[in-house]
């Protein structure tokens, strides 16, 4: 099992930032991409961005957050969603998601993510 506890979120005006944190525990040897992603209200879940959990450096970002936002990890485990020049269309609950296929490439699509977040709330206002 691998848990996943996102924090970072909260209310910011357009054009600010913030920086999203997901902190995994338990079996983390058997992650191979972690990944963001994003539900607005009345809106399927939606990929924002993936990294290889091993290199740290293959990265895939949704063409709507390309330049803005980037997905980093540190050696504790931690993955980070830094975004900036945020607009109002970003609102939405963000989710951080493990996939734990062995090797699996970063990709876009919820199912190939095994455990999820319990999320944090972002809110951008005009």
């Known amino acids: 099992q691998v848990q996943l506890v996102e924090s970072g979120g909260g209310l910011v005006q357009a054009g600010g930032s913030l920086r999203l944190s997901c902190a995994a525990s338990?079996?983390?040897?058997?992650?191979?991409?972690m990944g963001w992603f994003r539900q607005a209200p009345g809106k399927e879940r939606e990929f924002v961005a993936g990294?290889?959990?091993?290199?740290?450096?293959?990265t895939l970002y949704a063409d709507s957050v390309k330049g803005r936002f980037a997905i980093s990890r540190d050696v504790k485990n931690t993955v980070y969603l830094q975004m900036n020049s945020l607009k109002p269309e970003d609102t939405a609950v963000y989710y951080c998601?493990?996939?734990?296929?062995?090797?699996?490439?970063?990709?876009?699509?919820?199912?190939?993510?095994?455990?999820w977040g319990q999320g944090t709330q972002v809110t951008v206002s005009s």
């Open positions: 998601a493990a996939d734990t296929t062995l090797g699996g490439t970063v990709g876009g699509t919820a199912a190939e993510y095994d455990y």
């Open positions: 338990g079996r983390t040897f058997s992650i191979n991409v």
């Open positions: 990294l290889n959990w091993w290199s740290g450096r293959m």
